[in-house]
């Protein structure tokens, strides 16, 4: 047996080793605990969520359910989501009675009784023109995702194209074609500021509405695919030197 075998490892050598091991094995606990909580996390907050949705409905609808009907008379438990479930029904019911000849005429005249409300007209009125915007098969809230340069030059900001103004606007404004924008805030893309630009000085991106969310909630922790993130980039290059082209035309002398 060599004599660099039988010497006895120093002091300094054994603490670093020894020093080494823990941190290897505590990062890869802290490993194995970030992975759990990747995989657990988002099917725990999206239960959570669910279940209290199915509990806010629930606090609506079941004081109209007569005791009798309720799951809860005949079982020792409280179900979650019976509410839910019955306000579904009577949806898709009162959905289908009213597809027929009588129940439109009597959509129609709760439609006009409560536009001659002085109060209640303009609230009805909105509150239905959000909720046939939103749901109707024929069109989206927002139809596309845009760049514009907010707040300051050289800074960009996603934006949600919406719908063209209407005419009485469009009339109004100068003669360039414009386009409603909604430019939401960060995290809560509930809040922001809406307005109308020019076409001209939006940018279209090749991103879908849902991609544009993530980006806005996550703060832009989590972005596009590689290819929509090159896409962005080369869109803003070539805005810039549109920008760039309109600012010497302008200060170009008159002839």
Sequence with gaps: MSTEQNKPQSPVGAEADKHAHQTSFGGRIRNYFLTGLVLVAPVAI???????????VDGIVRPFIPWQYRPETYLPVTIPGTGLVIAFVVLTLLGFLTANFVGRKL????????HRMPIVRPIYR???????????????????????????????????VSQPPTPEVAGRLPATEHVSVFLPCTP????????????????????SVEAAMTVLMSAGAVQPNADAQKKVAALAQTAMAAKAM??????????
């Design 126 to 160: 909105t509150v239905k023109q959000i909720f046939e915007t939103i749901f109707s098969s024929s069109g989206q809230t927002f139809r596309k995702v845009g760049l514009v340069e907010f707040p300051a030059p050289g800074m960009w900001s996603l934006v949600f």
């Design 107 to 114: 959509v129609a005249f709760g439609d006009s009784l409560l």
């Design 46 to 56: 999206t239960i959570y969520v669910l279940y209290w949705f199915a509990n806010w």
């Design 188 to 207: 809560n893309p509930t809040t922001g500021f809406f307005f109308y630009l020019p076409r001209q000085d939006v940018i279209d991106l090749d991103i």
């Design 246 to 255: 309109r600012e010497a035309r302008a200060t170009e002398p008159a002839a």
